[in-house]
């Protein structure tokens, strides 16, 4: 008989079917026990009854894998208004109980033990609830950016120079030469413009930021695009709301019972996200926080946080651009604001609160590279592969990032980015 997943049980109703999955609880009411079995997608109720005088049956032990052959019945309290009844029980594997439930509706245990054995607890509802909506942002990227006529490219995670310069690489022994895991796609991206015109990525990152806070990560995975024949970093925004927008309802569309599972709010993506300079967002801070950092080049989080609501509060909005940060905090590859030169085309995206995604338009043309390096204090050959890119020929071009980790934390409202993550590395963890 074809096995039949968890979300079809329902449309099955009234005939004999086969499931397989874990077993997930066990629950005992008299003569009648209720075994939950989940497979990769959901919950199935199974009913044991017991006949009079019989003995209760022994049901198979917490994760084993089983096999089950009922007839399915409307039942609206069970899992998907439906259950099994009659069930034929095949044991297929036995398997040893975690020592945390993951028959209870919440995980009973703090954040390091859950990381430390997430190659179990990843299984629980909740988790995979939440994991699942980082399968759909993919998703939703992919498909929103092919129907514009995007090409998916790859680029190297082994690389020869630190993309973002500084000392935030990690570096690694290439055959006996140094070598860095790659910041960004950054340098490739813009190469491949010059190939296929419109690109995008996605893909892992690494920053050595000895940063152990709620939201950096030394590994992520990068949203990232990139595409040219732009007018300015307006024309990156425009883009980058239409690929949010999608994004979030993609999310609403597929993962409507992982978003109830969770409880969740999503949010509305409006037509037009509202923008702030740099300038004025810093003043804004300042009078809803009293932190006077308005000679910053960058913002703290806590004037992000004090953004977000401010964006919430005047214009209903769980997004905010804030455009025009100083071309000191920018790379090199930065294009300048013609009018202000000490500030530049770029732009951060607010969402709740938090920067989600950097991008803005790039330098498109070789002089103004090998002046941006020399002002610097680079030499420009280190980049010389990189810089015949725009020896030869590229158009006005810019791009974005949205960090796929950030984007499940806001969504989700978890309060650290390690639970966004199946398996998070940061300063501490390698494993597992």
């Known amino acids: 008989?074809?096995?039949?997943?968890?979300?079809?049980?329902?449309?099955?109703?009234?005939?004999?079917?086969?499931?397989?999955?874990?077993?997930?609880?066990?629950?005992?009411?008299?003569?009648?026990?209720?075994?939950?079995?989940?497979?990769?997608?959901?919950?199935?109720?199974?009913?044991?009854?017991?006949?009079?005088g019989a003995a209760p049956m022994d049901p198979p032990g917490a994760e084993s894998i089983v096999g089950v052959c009922g007839l399915v019945a409307a039942n609206a309290a069970a899992p998907g208004g439906h259950e099994i009844q009659n069930p034929v029980i095949t044991v297929i594997e036995t398997a040893e109980a975690p020592a945390i439930a993951l028959g209870k509706r919440q995980l009973g245990c703090g954040l390091a033990t859950l990381l430390d054995q997430a190659v179990v607890l990843n299984r629980h509802p909740q988790r995979r609830a939440l994991l699942r909506l980082a399968s759909a942002a993919m998703e939703g990227f992919r498909a929103t950016l092919r129907a514009r006529h995007f090409t998916?490219?790859?680029?190297?995670?082994?690389?020869?120079t630190a993309t973002e310069g500084g000392s935030e690489v990690f570096t690694v022994d290439y055959f006996g030469r140094p070598a860095y895991l790659a910041q960004s796609p950054q340098f490739y991206k813009q190469i491949m413009v010059g190939v296929f015109e419109r690109v995008f990525e996605v893909g892992p990152v690494f920053r050595a930021e000895p940063?152990?806070?709620?939201?950096?990560?030394?590994?992520?995975?990068?949203?990232?695009?990139?595409?040219?024949?732009?007018?300015?970093?307006?024309?990156?925004?425009?883009?980058?709301?239409?690929?949010?927008?999608?994004?979030i309802g993609g999310i609403a569309e597929q993962c409507g019972q992982d978003i109830d599972l969770l409880g969740l709010t999503m949010p509305t993506v409006p037509a037009a996200i509202p923008a702030l300079h740099f300038t004025e967002a810093k003043e804004i801070a300042f009078q809803r926080t009293g932190m006077d950092a308005r000679q910053e080049i960058d913002l703290a989080p806590q004037e992000e946080?004090?953004?977000?609501?401010w964006a919430v509060e005047t214009h209903g909005s769980d997004f905010l651009f804030v455009t025009g940060?100083?071309?000191?905090?920018?790379?090199?590859?930065?294009?300048?604001?013609?009018?202000?030169?000490?500030?530049?085309?770029?732009?951060?995206l607010l969402f709740r609160g938090l920067e989600l995604v950097t991008g803005g338009q790039r330098l498109h043309r070789h002089a103004d590279y090998i002046a941006a390096l020399t002002a610097r204090g680079i030499d420009p050959a280190g980049f010389s592969a990189y810089l015949s890119a725009f020896?030869?020929?590229?158009?006005?071009?810019?791009?974005?990032?949205?960090?796929?980790?950030?984007?499940?934390?806001?969504?989700?409202?978890v309060a650290n980015i390690r639970l966004a993550t199946a398996?998070?590395?940061d300063v501490g963890r390698l494993s597992p």
């Open 1 to 52: 008989m074809q096995r039949i997943r968890s979300p079809e049980v329902p449309a099955h109703a009234g005939s004999i079917i086969h499931i397989c999955g874990w077993v997930h609880a066990v629950r005992r009411l008299g003569s009648i026990t209720f075994l939950i079995v989940r497979d990769g997608w959901g919950l199935v109720q199974v009913v044991i009854e017991t006949q009079p």
């Open 152 to 160: 998916e490219i790859q680029t190297p995670k082994l690389v020869g």
């Open 211 to 247: 940063s152990d806070t709620i939201r950096h990560l030394s590994e992520y995975v990068s949203m990232d695009v990139e595409f040219g024949f732009i007018t300015d970093h307006g024309t990156v925004m425009e883009l980058l709301r239409e690929v949010i927008a999608a994004v």
């Open 305 to 309: 946080r004090a953004l977000g609501t």
């Open 325 to 348: 940060y100083p071309m000191a905090k920018r790379p090199f590859y930065t294009h300048p604001d013609q009018t202000r030169p000490a500030y530049s085309n770029s732009f951060d």
């Open 391 to 413: 020896r030869h020929g590229m158009p006005r071009h810019g791009g974005f990032a949205i960090g796929l980790e950030r984007l499940v934390m806001q969504l989700a409202g």
């Open 423 to 425: 398996f998070p590395r």
